[in-house]
């Protein structure tokens, strides 16, 4: 077997493919003889089954990938649910058999600091610009805790900073550990969270959270500046959906892991009023379609044959 299904060569095949496809569009089923060889290395599609690999079934990239399917008329595709976890190690497998694979990604993300990956374009859109990563909270925390209140609402960290703590875990650090490393190594930026806040005696708070590595890596650094504060800190470790319950029905107090405008766009429109926005604690983030470099295709219209 060639491992380099999607080599140099491939671009011409793909482009007789468009070419032989482009009065129809009717994908499915094209009866010329000799299929195997020719679908296995002249289509995208053929090539991963069809198949998108995904991440849990509530995260906002999933939602967007269903919607990227819908309005790229990817019809025979699916993406497939797992974990964040799942993603990596199948990305990770891939990769190193130099196998074509396509992730649903985001930055940041320790992924791109370990492979050669890219974002596949995105002419429509479906995965917005440039996101946000916003704290949330429920309302009345500024009354309950006004002490974490003020810090959650200064906390605000660079890509870099989070990579710092990603690549960290991904090397087998421990969680917590990576997060006081990289507290360490920053206290400057935490005084900043901090500075002029006053130190508390024990009062309780919950965290909630999704196992994405970004939203671990930002949970794990505020469980510790918060510890150092003085606060019994929880952090609860839910999905997508039940997290936006949890802030907004009150049972968790806040959360680092809103990305918006788009991504949690839903989320946010159907708990409008029931939350409370703290700001922005990362610029410039975004979320897609990832594929290694090795692919030889740019766009997600490439995903069309
Ligand atoms: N993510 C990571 C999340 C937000 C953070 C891109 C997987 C999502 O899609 O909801």
Same mark, same amino acid.
């Given at each position: ?5 999607? &080599?140099?060569g491939?671009?011409?095949l793909?482009?007789?493919? @468009?070419?032989a496809c482009?009065?129809?569009d009717?994908?499915?089923n094209?009866e !010329? ?9 002249g289509s995208?599609?053929e090539?991963?089954k ?5 991440i ?9 990938t ?6 790229y ?7 497939t649910?797992g974990?964040?976890a799942?993603?990596t190690?199948?990305?990770?497998k891939?990769?190193?058999?130099? =196998?074509p694979?396509i992730?649903t990604?985001?930055?940041p ?8 990956l890219?974002y ?5 859109g +479906?995965?917005?610009?440039?996101e ?6 429920r309302?009345?925390?500024? %009354?309950?805790?006004?002490?974490a209140?003020?810090?959650?609402s200064n906390?605000k960290?660079?890509e870099?900073d989070?990579?710092d +703590?990603m ?8 969680e ?6 990289w507290i360490?190594?920053n206290?400057?930026? +935490?005084?900043?969270w901090?500075?002029? +806040?006053?130190k508390v005696?024990g009062?309780k ?6 196992a994405?590595d970004?939203?671990?890596?930002s ?5 510790l500046?918060?510890e ?8 609860t ?5 039940p997290?936006?319950?949890?802030v907004?029905?009150g049972s968790?107090?806040?959360? @680092? ?9 839903t989320?946010a429109?159907?708990?409008? &009023?029931?939350?409370e %926005?703290?700001?922005?604690?990362? %610029? ?9 470099t090795?692919?030889?295709?740019? !766009?997600?219209e490439? @995903?069309? =044959?």
């Open positions: 077997m060639t491992k380099k299904i999607l &080599g140099v491939t671009a011409a793909l482009a007789l493919g @468009l070419a482009g009065g129809s009717d994908k499915g094209n !010329s003889g000799s299929e195997p060889a020719n679908k296995t290395e995208v599609g090539s991963v069809y198949k998108i690999t995904g849990d079934p509530g995260a906002g990239i999933m939602q967007a269903e919607q990227a399917i819908e309005e008329e990817l019809n025979n595709w699916d993406v649910t974990s964040g799942a993603m190690a199948a990305l990770k891939a990769y190193d058999k130099e =196998e694979i992730v990604g985001w930055t993300h320790w992924k791109f600091a370990k492979f050669d890219k596949l374009e995105d002419p429509k +479906v995965y917005g610009g440039e946000q990563i916003r704290t949330i909270a309302t009345g925390l500024k %009354e309950d805790l006004p002490e209140y003020q810090i959650l906390f960290w660079t870099e989070m990579g +703590v690549v960290a875990i991904q090397d087998g650090e421990k917590e550990q990576a997060a006081q490393n360490d190594e206290s400057d930026k +935490v005084a900043e901090t500075e002029g +806040v006053d005696d009062d708070i919950n965290l909630a959270y999704v994405w970004s939203e671990i890596a949970h794990n650094v505020m469980k500046v918060l150092d504060m003085g606060y019994n800190v929880t952090l470790q839910v999905e997508a959906g997290l936006w319950t949890a907004s029905d968790a107090d806040a959360s @680092l892991a809103a990305w918006l405008p788009v991504t949690h766009k989320y429109d159907k708990f409008e &009023g029931k939350f %926005e703290l700001g922005v604690n990362m %610029e410039g983030v975004k979320i897609g379609l990832v594929v290694p090795y692919m030889d295709i740019d !766009s997600i490439d @995903l069309k =044959e």
